[in-house]
C-alpha cells in the first residue's frame, strides 16, 4: 500500500478550521431541532372522558412554553394519535410517531401500554415516557427506568386515604370495593398491610365486575361489616353510586372514598345529592380552586374559561415535568436521551408547579406520592379540601 503523505501543519490547521466551519452551521441546525412530545391519546372509545382533556391539557402547555421563547431556543412540538384505548392501536400509533419523528418524550394512554411497550423504551433508549397509568408496577425504578407516574400510584394514593383516615379516626374499620380487574387488584393487598400498620383494621373487601350495577347481594356484605370507610378503586362511576343509595337507605353511616379516576368533579357530581360528602384523593388542585395563589392554574382559567377536567391538569402537568426535564439536561450540556432526561427528572427537588400541585414536589423515583383528600360539596357542585397536602415521603 502507498504511503499517505504527510499534511504540513498550515495545511492540517486549515483542513480543521474548514470542518470547524462546517461543524457550526450543523450544531445550529441541531440546536433548533424541535423537542418532540408523541402521544398515544385515547379520544374517542371507553375512555375519550379523558382522552379529550389530556389532549387539551398537553397542548395548551406546549403553546404556553412556545410563546414565551421554547426551551434553550428550542420549540416543543406536539404529535398525538388517536388510539380508542386499545393497546394494539396504541402501539401502532407509537412504532408510526417515532419512525417520522425523531421523539425524545411520550405519552402513554394506559397501564397495558406501559407495560407492552416498555422494552421498546429500553431498546430505543431515547425516549421518556409518562401516561395516564398511576400503575403501582410502574412505580419501580428498576423495571421501568424510562417511564415515572405523574402521581402518585394506586398504592399511594390509598396511602393518603388511609393516612388521613388514621387521623381522622383512630383504630377505624375500612372496607375496600374494587372492581375484578388489573385496574381494581392493584393497591389491595399492599393497602390492607398498610391500613393494618396505621391501626386500621379491615374487616371486608369486595370485588365485583368493573362498571355493575346490581350490587344488592355485596352491599348486605359491607352493611354486615359495618365499616367507618369504604374505600372504591378501580371504577369511574358506576357501581360507586349503587353502593351507597343502597347502603344509605340500609342505615349504613360509612363515610364514601374513591381514587383518581372516580375524582374528577363531573364523574362526582353525577353520583346525585346522596353521594354529598363523598371524598377521594387528588393529587392536583381542582380548576375552580381560589383558596390559595396558584399562577399556573392562572394561565389555565385565562386560557379556558369553562371547567377543565383533572385529566387535561394531568396532561398539563406531564407536559410540565417533561419541559422541566428535557430543559435541565440541555442546561447541563447533554444529549436528550432517556437516561439523561429520567437523571434531570430525578434531579426535581422542592419543584413549584405553579400552584397546580399545592406543595412544592421532589421526584425521587417513579412516581410523586403526594395528594389532597377533597370532599363533595353537592350544593356548591364543588370538590372542596377536607385535608392538608399529605406527603408519603
Known amino acids: 500500500m502507498p504511503k499517505t503523505p504527510k499534511l504540513s501543519q498550515h495545511r492540517r490547521a486549515l483542513l480543521i478550521a474548514a470542518g470547524l466551519a462546517a461543524a457550526v452551521p450543523f450544531a445550529h441546525a441541531q440546536g433548533s431541532?424541535?423537542?418532540?412530545?408523541?402521544g398515544s391519546i385515547p379520544m374517542t372509545g371507553v375512555f375519550a372522558f379523558a382522552g379529550v382533556g389530556i389532549n387539551a391539557g398537553i397542548?395548551?402547555?406546549?403553546?404556553?412554553?412556545?410563546?414565551?421563547?421554547?426551551?434553550?431556543?428550542?420549540?416543543?412540538?406536539?404529535?398525538?394519535?388517536?388510539?380508542?384505548?386499545?393497546?394494539?392501536?396504541?402501539?401502532?400509533?407509537?412504532?408510526?410517531?417515532?419512525?417520522?419523528?425523531?421523539?425524545?418524550?411520550?405519552?402513554?394512554?394506559?397501564?397495558?401500554?406501559?407495560?407492552?411497550?416498555?422494552?421498546?423504551?429500553?431498546?430505543?433508549?431515547?425516549?421518556?415516557?409518562?401516561?395516564?397509568?398511576?400503575?403501582t408496577e410502574l412505580n419501580d425504578a428498576a423495571k421501568y427506568p424510562n417511564q415515572f407516574l405523574v402521581g402518585p400510584d394506586y398504592t399511594e394514593q390509598i396511602g393518603i386515604l388511609l393516612r388521613h383516615i388514621a387521623k381522622?379516626?383512630?383504630?377505624?374499620?375500612?372496607?375496600?370495593?374494587?372492581?375484578?380487574?388489573?385496574?381494581?387488584?392493584?393497591?389491595?393487598?399492599?393497602?390492607?398491610?398498610?391500613?393494618?400498620?396505621?391501626?386500621?383494621?379491615?374487616?371486608?373487601?369486595?370485588?365485583?365486575?368493573?362498571?355493575s350495577v346490581d350490587v344488592s347481594t355485596e352491599v348486605i356484605k359491607l352493611r354486615r361489616a359495618a365499616p367507618d370507610y369504604t374505600i372504591f378503586h378501580g371504577y369511574i362511576l358506576a357501581p360507586i353510586p349503587e353502593f351507597i343509595q343502597q347502603g344509605k337507605q340500609m342505615g349504613m353511616t360509612s363515610k364514601w372514598m374513591g381514587t383518581f379516576w372516580t375524582m374528577d368533579s363531573s364523574t362526582v357530581m353525577k353520583m346525585g345529592e346522596g353521594a354529598d360528602g363523598f371524598m377521594g384523593v387528588m393529587p392536583y388542585r381542582y380548576y375552580y380552586d381560589t383558596s390559595a395563589k396558584a399562577p399556573m392554574l392562572d394561565k389555565i382559567r385565562a386560557l379556558r374559561p369553562e371547567y377543565q377536567s383533572t385529566a387535561y391538569t394531568q396532561g398539563f402537568l406531564t407536559a410540565m415535568l417533561f419541559t422541566e426535564a428535557a430543559r435541565r439536561t440541555l442546561e447541563a450540556g447533554?444529549?436528550?436521551?432517556?437516561?439523561?432526561?429520567?437523571?434531570?427528572?430525578?434531579?426535581?427537588?422542592?419543584?413549584?408547579?405553579?400552584?397546580?400541585?399545592?406543595?412544592?414536589?421532589?421526584?425521587?423515583?417513579?412516581?410523586?406520592?403526594?395528594?389532597?383528600?377533597?370532599?363533595?360539596?353537592?350544593?356548591?357542585?364543588?370538590m372542596v379540601a377536607a385535608s392538608d397536602w399529605i406527603s408519603l415521603d
Open 334 to 382: 447533554k444529549p436528550l436521551d432517556a437516561r439523561n432526561l429520567k437523571a434531570s427528572l430525578n434531579t426535581i427537588k422542592d419543584f413549584d408547579t405553579g400552584g397546580i400541585i399545592g406543595t412544592p414536589i421532589t421526584i425521587k423515583g417513579n412516581s410523586i406520592p403526594v395528594g389532597r383528600v377533597y370532599k363533595a360539596d353537592m350544593k356548591a357542585q364543588k
Open 59 to 135: 397542548a395548551d402547555y406546549v403553546k404556553i412554553v412556545n410563546d414565551a421563547g421554547g426551551i434553550k431556543g428550542r420549540k416543543l412540538r406536539y404529535v398525538p394519535e388517536d388510539t380508542g384505548y386499545k393497546v394494539d392501536v396504541s402501539v401502532a400509533a407509537f412504532k408510526k410517531i417515532t419512525s417520522q419523528n425523531k421523539v425524545n418524550l411520550y405519552y402513554g394512554d394506559s397501564t397495558g401500554f406501559s407495560k407492552t411497550i416498555n422494552p421498546e423504551l429500553d431498546r430505543n433508549g431515547q425516549i421518556l415516557m409518562a401516561g395516564a397509568s398511576f400503575a
Open 33 to 38: 431541532e424541535d423537542i418532540v412530545i408523541g
Open 168 to 211: 381522622e379516626k383512630p383504630g377505624a374499620k375500612v372496607a375496600f370495593v374494587y372492581s375484578d380487574s388489573e385496574f381494581g387488584r392493584d393497591p389491595i393487598e399492599a393497602s390492607e398491610a398498610a391500613a393494618r400498620k396505621l391501626g386500621l383494621t379491615v374487616p371486608v373487601k369486595l370485588m365485583t365486575p368493573p362498571g
